[in-house]
Each structure stands twice: as C-alpha cells, then as structure tokens.
C-alpha cells in the first residue's frame, strides 16, 4: 500500500541549531516527493519538492531536504532553525496520475529561543 | 507567481443555509483543482479532484451532493456545501496545479483555507 509517514508528531530545536523533520514513505514507482508548512490557521505552503535529478533539493526559507531511494526516505532539514521557523510541515508524495497526493499526519516543529 | 486565493476566509452560518466558497488561480490557469477538509491537529483529508469541465471525482465517503463543486473556468472552482449542518464546521482548504508549469505541473499551490462555523 502506499504511504507516508511522518514518525514525529512534535520536534524541539532550539534557535540556531540544525533541525531535521523525517518522512519516509512506501509508493510504487518512482515518487514525486514534496514538503509543504502550515502556519496557525493558514493554508499550506510550498517549500520543495524532488521530481528526478540531485538527491539535495533546495527550497524556501533556507530548507532543503536529501530523496534518499535506499530508505525511502525524505527528510527536511535546515543547518540553523529560527523561531519563525515553528509551524507544522508536511511531506506528501504524489499518488497517481491524476496529480493526487498522499499526506504524512504533520509534524510540529517548536523552535525555542 | 502561483498565488491561489480562498473567499471568504471565515464564515458562519446557521444550521441548514448553503455556503459557497471560491478558489481562484490568480497568476496561472489551473487544469486541476483539489479540495481538501482539515480537522483541528490532523492531516488534509481529499475531498474532491476538480478538472476543468468536467465533473469532480469524490473521494469514498464524500457525498457529492451535499459538496457541490464546479470548476467552469481555469482560474476558478467554488465549493458549495448545502444544507449545512454543525458537523460540516471544519477548515476548507483548495489547491490547485498548474498543467504548464515546468517539471510537469506536479506542484500544488494551496489557497489560505476557509473556516466554516455552523451554528
């Protein structure tokens, strides 16, 4: 079956140490593999995504995150968090054809002045 | 660029009325529009996949008739939740893809959500 999981529900940084949110998932074929951060009542945003190419993708506000085939995994992560760097991130893999996604359940990333 | 926008952001409404949200592409034409439904502290839950005019496909569990979505144009779908009851209350949220974009348009771009109360 397909999926995405997402282990952490909650991570702790504190500023200006690196930070890494995890994802792995299970889907057939080659994955189209996204990251996305929800702030308080907003919509989601667009941070990055890995189509084919450099297994390091780089995105917005300084995130990046490294497709790795042998552990299915997809993990974001930043060399110095910010405060402002606290929402909740979502990884999601495409799902079929009709551009549908499957969603990890979110982890919440609290950074700590 | 890829700027999707929801209308109203907030709505209440009394048991029983209908409420119509927008989602509009704002800077490029969207082929293929999705809405989503949020709970408090979870993931997005799929509603609907919205192609441009065609009719939407429901995800299981969705009532059709109860959501209606029509996508007429490539830079607007509505929403309309009928009847509407308090267990409908919930964080809607669209998206939308852009067929043109390079790399194939696999990206979706969300609009603000909309927070619907029913009373």
């Known amino acids: 079956a397909q999926s995405v999981a997402q282990p952490e529900d909650q991570v702790n940084v504190a500023e200006g140490n690196p930070l890494t949110v995890k994802c792995t998932y299970s889907v057939s074929g080659n994955p189209y593999l996204f990251w996305y951060v929800q702030y308080p009542n907003r919509g989601l945003q667009f941070l990055l995504k890995y189509i084919t190419g450099d297994n390091l993708v780089k995105g917005s506000y300084g995130f990046e995150a490294e497709f790795n085939k042998s552990q299915t995994s997809f993990h974001l992560k930043k060399p110095s968090a910010l405060v402002s760097d606290s929402a909740l991130y979502f990884c999601a893999v495409r799902f079929d054809s009709n551009y549908q996604l499957i969603w990890g359940a979110g982890t919440k990333l609290i950074i700590k002045p | ?119």
């Open chain 2, 1 to 119: 660029g890829a700027v999707v926008s929801q209308h109203p952001s907030w709505v209440i409404c009394k048991s029983g009325t209908s409420v119509k949200i927008e989602c509009r592409s704002l800077d490029f034409q969207a082929t293929t529009m999705f809405w989503y439904r949020q709970f408090p502290k979870q993931s997005l839950m799929l509603m609907a996949t919205s192609n441009e005019g065609s009719k939407a496909t429901y995800e299981q569990g969705v009532e059709k008739d109860k959501f209606l979505i029509n996508h007429a144009s490539l830079t607007l779908s509505t929403l309309t939740v009928t009847s509407a009851h308090p267990e409908d209350s919930s964080f809607y949220i669209c998206s939308a893809r852009d067929a043109v974009e390079a790399g194939g348009g696999e990206t979706q771009y969300f609009g603000p959500g909309t927070r619907l109360l029913v009373l």
